[in-house]
């Protein structure tokens, strides 16, 4: 099993950046595809980034390409999301998952371990 620890989210104003941080202490960690996932309220659950165990590949929807960049730094068990370009629409919390398959679709709805989530708040 993986617990999932996700932290960085903070109040930021429109136009800036932020870096969110997944990590986790279980060895199991750096066997996983790990996700990125954000949920507004009153709205579905929206796949955003993922990489692979080794780090080398990484997914993006076509949605959400340009300015999210997925990372992995694999001795620290962490996986971060670099956000550039903050709009108000991009409030909401943001959820770390992790499971053994490397999503290769926009539609891939998650893997097994999902973390607390943390909350991105961006101001006008």
């Known amino acids: 099993q993986v617990q999932l620890v996700e932290s960085g989210g903070r109040l930021v104003q429109a136009g800036g950046s932020l870096r969110l941080s997944c990590s986790s202490s279980?060895?199991?960690?750096?066997?996983?595809?790990i996700s990125w996932f954000r949920q507004a309220p009153g709205k579905e659950r929206t796949f955003i980034a993922a990489?692979?165990?080794?780090?080398?590949?990484?997914y993006y929807p076509d949605s959400m390409k340009g300015r999210f960049t997925i990372s992995r730094d694999s001795a620290k068990n962490t996986v971060f999301l670099q956000i550039a370009n903050l709009r108000t629409e991009d409030t909401a919390v943001y959820f770390c998952n992790g499971g053994p398959q490397f999503p290769i679709t926009g539609g891939y709805l998650g893997g097994n371990y999902w973390g607390q989530g943390t909350q991105v708040t961006v101001s006008s």
């Open positions: 990489i692979d165990a080794s780090g080398e590949s990484t």
């Open positions: 279980g060895r199991s960690f750096i066997r996983y595809a």
